[in-house]
């Protein structure tokens, strides 16, 4: 075999498998929604089996709500007008005595 074709081997098969790995292992740690237990277990399948555990990550990882599209925008305007509301049932019930 020639080093050419081991290199072409080398870049079209193990870059992308070792690259799926390394997504899986960092969004498994960004994630804040997902116990430690799990976090452990996704990242242990990703390094020790890095094929099958990234893709079955990919295929079954839990859905964050920041992944919806539109959700996210919506959430925060959703908590502005809250924390507004909030501000302005605090004012007025100094206004008033009530602490």
Do not use: C
């Amino acid at each position: 075999m020639s080093p050419f074709a081991l290199w072409t081997i080398v870049a079209l098969l193990v870059i992308p498998i070792v690259g799926l790995s390394v997504y899986s292992v960092v969004d498994v740690m960004r994630r804040n929604d997902i116990a430690a237990a799990v976090k452990a277990t996704w990242i242990l399948a990703a390094i020790l089996v890095p094929l099958v555990g990234g893709l079955i990550y990919l295929i079954f990882r839990p859905t964050r709500p920041e992944d919806i599209r539109g959700f996210g925008r919506r959430h925060r305007q959703q908590q502005k007008v809250e924390n507004l509301l909030n501000e302005k049932d605090d004012a007025a019930s100094k206004e008033n005595g009530a602490v």
